[in-house]
């Protein structure tokens, strides 16, 4: 069987239809940030295992789900609250890791955007995830927008799985990108002072997707006019207006979360001491 880790602060809205799509697995495990509404106690009703811890950053959460938790399964698939897994695909999973060879640790999964009923099947950036690890095989690193690495080789799965962002309005994906465009900005100075070396080939030839996705951000980075640049590969290039009006909305949240980005990359260069 598959264990499965959910990683909550504050998801009683969300919650109960993550759990119930994993209901399959013998062993749930809620990871919460001390939530103080109803998210421990929907999780313990619905017979999941509840670990608290307080929250100190998205990456070191992460590890700690993944290294403080008994778990009774060699693999762990990870979630977060407003996603779902597809009745069913628990089948293709099975039999995924069940065939998967010795070296290989880790699944990778694509997974389906959603504004509220419209799957944003080409405004989506990325849309594959490393979600099902063997237990002892991958940590995290990066506090936004981690990157999760793994000690073995990865595999594609056939699985797809869903994701709800917006599942709780639009003021609440602004208010969570306006604090994650802080944390974007403060990771850009520390970068930009290490002067980390970015690499072309690796943002275009790299085999493991991730990695290409780090270097690729990185050297967008770089790039003036930036807002703008996103919103017309996103429009554009990716097509996201064969979304409807699903894509071009998700094509401007994006771009506005891009510019909170260098407005305040900006007021920390002007802020930095001289």
Same mark, same amino acid.
């Given at each position: 069987?598959?264990?499965?880790?959910?990683?909550?602060?504050?998801?009683?809205?969300?919650?109960?239809?993550?759990?119930?799509?994993?209901?399959?697995?013998?062993?749930?495990?809620?990871?919460?940030?001390?939530?103080?509404?109803?998210?421990?106690?929907?999780?313990?009703? /619905? %017979? $999941?295992? &509840?670990?608290?811890?307080?929250?100190?950053?998205? *990456?070191?959460?992460?590890?700690?789900? #993944? =290294?403080?938790?008994?778990?009774?399964?060699?693999?762990?698939?990870?979630?977060?609250?407003?996603?779902?897994?597809? /009745? %069913? $695909?628990? &089948?293709?999973?099975?039999?995924?890791?069940?065939? *998967?060879?010795?070296?290989?640790?880790? #699944? =990778?999964?694509?997974?389906?955007?959603?504004?509220?009923?419209?799957?944003?099947?080409?405004?989506?950036?990325?849309?594959?995830?490393?979600?099902?690890?063997?237990?002892?095989?991958?940590?995290?690193?990066?506090?936004?927008?981690?990157? #999760?690495?793994?000690?073995?080789?990865?595999?594609?799965?056939?699985?797809?799985?869903?994701?709800?962002?917006?599942?709780?309005?639009?003021?609440?994906?602004?208010?969570?990108?306006?604090?994650?465009?802080?944390?974007?900005?403060?990771?850009? #100075?520390?970068?930009?002072?290490?002067?980390?070396?970015?690499?072309?080939?690796?943002?275009?030839?790299?085999?493991?997707?991730?990695?290409?996705?780090?270097?690729?951000?990185?050297?967008?980075?770089?790039?003036?006019?930036?807002?703008?640049?996103?919103?017309?590969?996103?429009?554009?290039?990716?097509?996201?207006?064969?979304?409807?009006?699903?894509?071009?909305?998700?094509?401007?949240l994006q771009a506005i979360y891009e510019y909170f980005i260098v407005l305040k990359t900006d007021e920390l260069l002007r802020n930095k001491p001289r």
């Amino acid at each position: 069987m598959i264990s499965v880790l959910i990683l909550t602060k504050n998801e009683e809205q969300d919650l109960p239809s993550c759990l119930a799509s994993v209901k399959w697995s013998d062993d749930v495990h809620v990871f919460d940030s001390f939530s103080t509404d109803k998210t421990v106690e929907l999780a313990r009703a /619905a %017979g $999941a295992h &509840v670990t608290q811890r307080r929250f100190d950053g998205y *990456a070191s959460q992460r590890n700690a789900g #993944l =290294r403080e938790v008994a778990y009774k399964n060699p693999w762990i698939l990870i979630l977060d609250a407003d996603e779902q897994i597809p /009745a %069913g $695909a628990e &089948v293709q999973l099975l039999a995924e890791i069940n065939q *998967a060879p010795a070296a290989v640790s880790a #699944l =990778r999964l694509r997974r389906r955007d959603y504004l509220y009923d419209t799957w944003l099947k080409h405004a989506q950036i990325s849309p594959f995830y490393i979600r099902l690890v063997r237990q002892g095989k991958a940590h995290y690193h990066r506090e936004i927008n981690e990157v #999760l690495l793994v000690d073995g080789e990865i595999a594609d799965s056939k699985v797809l799985f869903n994701h709800y962002p917006f599942s709780k309005g639009i003021t609440h994906w602004v208010a969570k990108h306006n604090q994650y465009s802080t944390m974007e900005a403060q990771r850009w #100075l520390e970068e930009h002072q290490q002067n980390i070396d970015f690499s072309l080939r690796d943002a275009l030839f790299h085999k493991d997707f991730s990695h290409r996705r780090y270097h690729q951000k990185g050297l967008f980075y770089k790039l003036p006019g930036r807002p703008l640049i996103k919103w017309l590969y996103m429009v554009v290039g990716r097509r996201a207006f064969l979304d409807g009006y699903a894509g071009f909305t998700y094509a401007t949240l994006q771009a506005i979360y891009e510019y909170f980005i260098v407005l305040k990359t900006d007021e920390l260069l002007r802020n930095k001491p001289r």
